[in-house]
């Protein structure tokens, strides 16, 4: 495996920015000054630079995350925080080389073979560390335990929950707790500060959570969604209890905690004041 990996920490994201911006800043006065160089006749051997090279690469480098960040929401999934770049390299060519169609006959099982049980244990050790959850550790831990046991009609109504404590736990939430509070919090957290220029899959975590966990429910109606909230908890769905599904639920809780872990006061605030 190529030990180069795609981090979609925002760490990285802001590193990537800046790093981008430092490069463009940087391009035309390098350019400068190799020009005066080399009106000196000064022989450079084998030195070149190539600065057009640079930013086509990262201008490259962007359109496959745009076309990633494309393929597996419309595939229906969730942000992953770290996955091979070979892994986002043939899903994107693919993509572009065939249909949708062609990548959804083999994505479900590359997925599946990554986050193997040695892969959520780490992230089930990673979480430990994460003051957000320490009142709520023990449950996560069963819910790792479950999945990898194979008890996915277990794991997928233990988690659920989780997702709407530590949001509220982030933001200080205080009384009742319904969808509308929810949706306020996650547009505030993931869209309203959405840069553009940023590297972040957050705006691909909103397209998931809203579009499958929030959807509407009823009983006697269709089941919309795998991994409806409301049809879950409230004994409507009794078909949820995939593997997938417990995947996915899982690696929504891993980006949100790592997202939340980060909000700023500012973030926090307006969606108070929005909600009141």
């Known amino acids: 495996m190529n030990e180069f990996r795609i981090a979609i920490r925002e760490q990285i994201s802001s590193f990537r920015k800046e790093l981008n911006v430092a490069i463009r800043d940087a391009m035309e006065p390098a350019r400068a000054i190799v020009g005066k160089l080399q009106n000196l006749n000064l022989d450079f051997g084998a030195l070149e630079l190539d600065f057009d090279k640079i930013e086509e690469k990262i201008k490259e480098e962007n ?3 745009i076309n990633y ?3 597996i929401t419309e595939l229906g999934y969730p942000p992953i925080l770290e996955v091979p770049i070979e892994f986002v390299e043939k899903i994107v060519y693919d993509y572009k080389k065939h249909n949708i169609e062609y990548v959804a006959e083999y994505i479900d099982e590359i ?3 990554y986050h193997n049980e040695g892969y959520l244990q780490k992230m089930a050790h990673k979480w430990e560390n994460k003051k957000l959850v320490k009142n709520r550790i023990h449950i996560l831990r069963n819910v790792i335990k479950c999945h990898n046991q194979q008890m996915y009609d277990a794991s997928i109504p233990t988690l659920l929950p989780q997702l709407e404590g530590i949001i509220a736990d982030a933001f200080g939430h205080t ?3 319904t969808g509308y509070h929810m949706k306020t919090y996650l547009e505030h957290l993931l869209i309203n500060n959405l840069d553009k220029d940023e590297f972040t899959l957050n705006d691909v975590l909103h397209a998931y959570y809203t579009g499958n966990l929030l ?5 006697g109606e269709q089941i919309t969604s795998d991994v409806s909230r409301n049809a879950i908890l409230h004994g409507g769905d009794t078909q949820y209890g995939k593997q ?3 995947l996915k639920l899982i690696l929504v809780f891993d980006y949100l905690l790592t997202v939340l872990h980060d909000v700023s ?3 926090i605030q307006a969606a108070k004041q929005e909600i009141k």
């Open 69 to 71: 960040k494309s393929v």
């Open 63 to 65: 359109n496959i995350i």
């Open 175 to 177: 009384g009742k707790f």
């Open 215 to 219: 959807v509407g429910f009823g009983f």
């Open 265 to 267: 006061e500012d973030v």
């Open 244 to 246: 997938l599904n417990s």
């Open 111 to 113: 997925v599946l073979d």
